[in-house]
Nanobody, 121 residues
Framework: VQLQASGGGLVQAGGSLRLSCAAS????????MGWFRQAPGKEREFVAA????????YYADSVKGRFTISRGNAKNTVYLQMNSLKLEDTAVYYC???????????????WGQGTQVTVSS
């Protein structure tokens, strides 16, 4: 399974972006999907995750109430709607697929290439 993340860009603080992650070479229907991010000079950190059927979602405290993770109807795409963006949200965002809902990178087996999100003042 190959994952392709897209939708990143430059946005002003307070603005919104919607990231997408699409799968090819296989289906994501039985996988937990997650988003992680890595800011310059920092370790990659958990952002959000969603179970295979969309029944449960998980968020980092830093994005709770501002970001929403969802799955497409075909379950082969996952989205991250990011609202009220802050300067500290600037990072490369990665999507990932795994078998278990986890806030740890070790829970995911497939990773996308990352998409840059830059929030300006």
């Amino acid at each position: 399974v190959q994952l392709q993340a897209s939708g990143g860009g430059l946005v002003q603080a307070g603005g919104s972006l919607r990231l997408s992650c699409a799968a090819s070479g296989g289906t994501l229907s039985n996988y937990v999907m997650g988003w992680f991010r890595q800011a310059p000079g920092k370790e990659r950190e958990f952002v959000a995750a969603i179970t295979w059927n969309g029944g449960s979602t998980y968020y980092a405290d830093s994005v709770k109430g501002r970001f929403t993770i969802s799955r497409g109807n075909a379950k082969n795409t996952v989205y991250l709607q990011m609202n009220s963006l802050k300067l500290e949200d600037t990072a490369v965002y990665y999507c990932a697929a795994g078998r278990v809902a986890s806030r740890s990178e070790s829970g995911y087996v497939y990773w996308g290439q990352g998409t840059q999100v830059t929030v300006s003042s």
